[in-house]
């Protein structure tokens, strides 16, 4: 039995779609899925034994990446396509049923959205799959202890909070032995981003760069907390299941606030989705994080 899983492009949205995929792994146990998605998203599925393939998405002028998926697809009888992105190339290949999400704007979170579209009750959550290796290597990369989770990086400048104010959480949180460890992405100009960050922090863990994201979410879930702006790297850790507070200034958190067993978000004063970022107090954090790790569902 073979599935079609099409999903985003982002990391963050493609992410969010791991609790429905999950979820239909779990209704068929025996199928084998093949998983579209982004280039930055595709190591989030490579880890899953159920998924025998992953085709990376390339935009291409005039969506002849369409096409180019529709060539490698449609040799293939599928017993389900669900497509989270609502695309034409459903209509065309032979599938046994289909589950089409169509695009547009909704109210209410992303992750309830999918699995509501989805008939799936209650809301699947996100979560992560790594191999054995990977589990090794993010022992050998981060030793056991506090760690408090810095992600100082968006994928536009709007989002980010300032480099001092992460500087300034992660002092605060000294008191409770934490100590920082600071993730981003691949390329030069996650590095720069995250640059000051490190250079006020140099007892911090340095774990950005070209990780595999299945290393990643293996890593992230040996912290203790995580703190970061409304991105990928958000939702990877609140998939992982560990404590993240993201914070939210002109991006929606009643659409993309993280969704976990321990996720929390704290968003700017005033407009939902227009509020200025740099409007999140150091203070408004700090109270936050201290209340999230006094909370009796996390370990001491």
Known sequence: MKILFITANRLGDAVISTGVLAAFMERFPQARFTVVCGPVAAGLFQPNPQVERVIVLEKRKYDRHWIDLWRQCV?????????????????????????????????????????????????????????PEQCAKAEALLPSGKILALAPTANWDGKIWPAERFVAVAEALRQKGLRPAVFYGPGEAERKRAQPVLDALPDAYDLGGDHSLGLVGAVLKRCTLFVGNDSGLMHLSAAAGTATLGLFGPSKQSEYAPAGRA????????????????????????EVAFDILGKALLPE
């Open 75 to 131: 040799k293939t009888r599928w017993a389900r396509v669900v497509d989270l992105r609502g695309s034409l190339i459903s209509l065309t290949l032979w599938a046994g049923r289909r589950h089409i999400v169509r695009g547009g704007r909704r109210p209410g979170r992303r992750v309830a959205q999918l699995g509501s579209a989805l008939g799936f009750e209650p809301t699947p959550m996100p979560r992560l799959w790594h191999t």
């Open 263 to 286: 996720a929390f978000a704290i968003s700017a004063p005033g407009p939902e989705g227009a509020a200025p970022i740099e409007g999140l107090s150091v203070e408004m954090v700090v």
